[in-house]
């Protein structure tokens, strides 16, 4: 049992405390190297409230010790054993909507999936997640599912058997994403009736008598809408979201039986979104002001890594996933690395991989943005990742997704150096140790759709943090805050041809929301171009498939750094590749000249001996067959 009087090391100890200790003194603008020390291991947790420079909320401490002793066993888990598909694959994750509109009404469809599966297999990966394709009324980029055994625009069941045949004739595995915490207010079982919320499925949302304290997404009330009985639904995504009650057994057997008919349909796996929310504290208790100032989020601490989400997901992956062999993959909001660990522990883990936005949150958090990207600190993020924890779960690799900013348009590298800095990233995702996750369009180096008015902004989410802002700030800097983090910017479509629309759909047809005009990057270009971005990518994925060094061999870091690069190497016992990427917009001298070995693959055309270039990437052969 965790108290006050527990030690500083007994809580680094527990996963739970170490991340959210993390995560407390990163949001503050500290580090957590002081917590480590010797001279603090043995302080008293309740001290942690007094101490002028470390001082922690009352609240937030009190939170922690709910957290921790929620889950108070869990050990460091089990050392996995390889032998998954998933393991050594590829993804390519995409944002139907926009990918490819293949009927003419403007937006992206499974027909625009199935006329470029060639586009796919040409790029190299090996899986795809099929992510916003369930048939939905898209006032959230589609993550409001109406049906979940529908997908968008599809006609039935054997168009839905027709994708998946595509995908496997293709070679390629098929990963469906749908929400697990919440559905569309459109839903049947949000409906009134019956058969709706006033009958059989009463008990599948939370309701309240009087609203509480949490906050959404959007950062207004959790609970937006009163319903004619008088009841407040929970709302945590947008308010055109009511959240799904899993303790309610019944919402437990409906999404075990939504994810069966897809396994049961050809898929090779389901990705959770929202898999981290899915259990709350019993009541809703009102959230703790001190939680808030931290995350951000009022109410954060009673519905995040909740008291019986390892339960719920465990009974899912062995009741549905085991049984066929299929992957489990989930998001899991805010969770640190040893959080991502347990729960995706190979033994008594839910999920085979825990998908978590923290290190990209958190490597902006000293300038309390979600823009500016400090590569250096990533840097510090993935070394200690692949040093400690590697072997016990797999690592996903990834910069960019539906939900984030474009990396480009986060680091913002000078024109001359983007496509260096996008062939960079690129090499980071294919050579560390892990599984990535190539997000579309990121394969050609794009940057994100600016946005010039409130009126682009099309997900209910944003145009209610707007609202808000406004009334606080003014609309100029309510304006500037929701524009820096709104998921519509990674909404632009791919540019499949110059001209109008990009080829995304018939130049005659509005598309559901507006193409990068002024964005030179497009598919029919880049291919023709042997130094293109898109070409880069099929190189480095090319490398990585021949290769199992790249694939599932021990990374290594030297002992020396070299200040401002990531270098490390890979091997397998039979081949060691060297690795040398310069973080940076600027030159970094290089110790000891060119290293012992060939050059295979660079984003420069004249790579010097004496340094790294700015966003130099390199990948050396320097033993091996």
């Known amino acids: 049992m965790f108290t006050l009087h527990s030690t500083i090391k007994e ?39 007094k101490l002028p420079f470390f001082r922690l909320d009352r609240g937030f401490v009190r939170s922690l010790i ?25 993804f390519y994750r995409i944002f139907l909507r926009s990918f490819r509109d293949g009927d003419g009404d403007g937006i992206g469809d499974i027909q625009g999936v199935l006329e470029n599966l060639g586009y796919l297999t040409g790029l190299g990966v090996d899986a795809v997640i099929l992510g916003s394709a369930l048939d939905s009324p898209g006032h959230n980029g589609g993550l409001d599912v109406r049906d979940f055994r529908a ?8 168009e839905i058997r027709a994708l998946v045949e595509g995908f496997h004739a293709a070679s390629i595995k098929l990963i469906i994403e749908l929400p697990a915490n919440r559905t569309s207010r459109e ?32 950062g207004g ?7 004619e009985d008088g009841t407040w639904s929970l709302r945590l995504s947008s308010e055109s979201e009511p959240e799904l009650n899993w303790e309610n057994p019944d919402v437990r057997r409906e999404m075990a039986d939504i994810c069966r008919f897809w396994l049961d349909m050809g898929a090779d796996g389901i990705y959770l979104a929202g898999a981290g929310l899915i259990s709350k504290h019993e009541g809703l208790p009102y959230g703790s002001e001190g939680v808030y100032a931290i995350t951000e989020h009022c109410g954060f601490e009673h519905y995040f890594f909740g008291p019986r989400l ?3 997901l465990r009974e899912l992956k062995k009741e549905v996933f085991e049984p066929k062999g299929a ?14 660990r347990v729960i995706a522990d190979c033994k008594s883990g839910g999920l085979d991989v825990a998908v978590s936005n923290e290190p990209l949150r958190r490597s902006a958090s000293r300038r309390r943005t979600g823009v500016k990207f400090d590569l250096l600190d990533y840097k510090k993020y993935i070394v200690r990742m692949m040093r400690e924890y590697d072997r016990f779960s797999v690592t996903p690799l990834f910069f960019e997704n539906d939900r984030t900013p474009r990396m480009l348009s986060r680091i913002e590298p000078p024109d001359r150096y983007a496509d260096a800095a996008a062939k960079m990233l690129g090499t980071l995702m294919m050579t560390l140790k892990g599984m990535p996750i190539i997000y579309q369009g990121q394969e050609l180096g794009m940057g994100e759709r600016r946005l010039e008015s409130p009126e682009q902004l099309s997900s209910i989410q944003s145009k209610v943090r707007y609202d808000l802002l406004r009334g606080r700030l003014g609309a100029q800097k309510a304006q500037q805050r929701t524009f820096e983090e709104a998921p519509e910017l990674a909404w632009a479509p791919i540019r499949w041809t110059q001209g109008k629309n990009g080829g995304f759909c018939a130049p005659d047809v509005a598309p559901w929301t507006r193409v990068h005009e002024d964005r030179e990057q497009n598919v029919a270009d880049e291919a023709q171009d042997p130094h293109s ?6 190189a480095l994925i090319e490398l990585r498939s021949s290769h199992a060094a790249l694939r599932s061999g021990e990374i290594i870091f030297p002992p020396r750094d070299l200040k401002g690069a990531l270098i490390y190497s890979r091997t397998d016992g039979e081949e060691t590749f060297l690795i040398c990427c310069n973080l940076t917009g600027d030159w970094i001298d290089r110790r000891g000249g060119w290293p012992d070995g060939t050059l295979i693959l660079s984003n420069c055309s004249e790579p010097q001996p004496e340094g790294l270039l700015p966003y130099e990437a390199d990948i050396w052969l320097c033993s091996g067959r």
């Open 221 to 227: 009330s959790a609970f937006p809408v009163r319903e």
């Open 327 to 340: 992957l489990l993959i989930g998001d899991t909001p805010g969770m640190g690395e040893r959080m991502c």
């Open 310 to 312: 390892l339960d719920y």
């Open 187 to 218: 839903h049947p079982w949000y409906q009134p009736g019956e058969n709706g919320r006033s009958g059989r499925t009463a008990g599948y949302y939370h309701f309240r008598k009087e609203p509480n304290n949490w906050t959404s997404m959007s």
């Open 66 to 90: 709910r957290l921790m002793n929620d889950h108070p066993n869990l050990g460091p888990g089990a050392p996995r054993s390889a032998g998954s598909w998933w393991e050594e694959a590829v």
């Open 11 to 49: 809580v680094y100890e527990h996963p739970v405390g170490r991340d959210l200790l993390q995560m407390a003194y990163y949001q503050k603008g500290r580090g957590d190297r002081i917590l480590r020390s010797k001279l603090l291991e043995r302080m008293k947790l309740g001290t942690l409230q």
């Open 533 to 538: 971005v898109l070409n880069f990518y099929r």
């Open 151 to 158: 997908l968008l625009g599809a006609k039935g069941e054997d």
